[in-house]
């Protein structure tokens, strides 16, 4: 089992910046890829971003390109989602999740999810 613990939602104004953290545990996170989704109200929950959490590369939502950064650090054994210029459609709930894997392309899968973390963008 994995354990995973999101933190650092809240309300930002249009143009601001904030940073989710995930916190994950219960297993070797070596061979696997951590994701960030998210679902906004009356919409279906959508693929953000992912890592291979032994390095290498990213994969990101277009609408998020440019503007998001995921990293992982394996000494916290955390996974990072740092959003800059937000806009207010960014508001939703965030979601991180787990699947096992060596490549972050796939967005179906994920095995594991975080409780979220709410992120509301004001214009």
């Known amino acids: 089992q994995v354990q995973l613990v999101e933190s650092g939602g809240g309300l930002v104004q249009a143009g601001g910046s904030l940073r989710l953290s995930c916190a994950a545990s219960?297993?070797?996170?070596?061979?696997?890829?951590m994701g960030w989704f998210r679902q906004a109200p009356g919409k279906e929950r959508e693929f953000v971003a992912a890592?291979?959490?032994?390095?290498?590369?990213?994969n990101y939502a277009e609408s998020v390109k440019g503007r998001f950064i995921i990293s992982r650090d394996n000494r916290e054994n955390t996974v990072d989602l740092q959003m800059n210029s937000l806009k207010p459609e960014d508001t939703a709930a965030y979601y991180c999740?787990?699947?096992?894997?060596?490549?972050?392309?796939?967005?179906?899968?994920?095995?594991?999810w975080g409780q979220g973390t709410q992120v509301t963008v004001s214009s």
């Open positions: 999740a787990a699947k096992r894997g060596l490549a972050p392309w796939g967005i179906h899968g994920y095995d594991y």
């Open positions: 219960g297993r070797t996170l070596s061979a696997y890829v």
């Open positions: 890592i291979v959490w032994s390095g290498g590369p990213t």
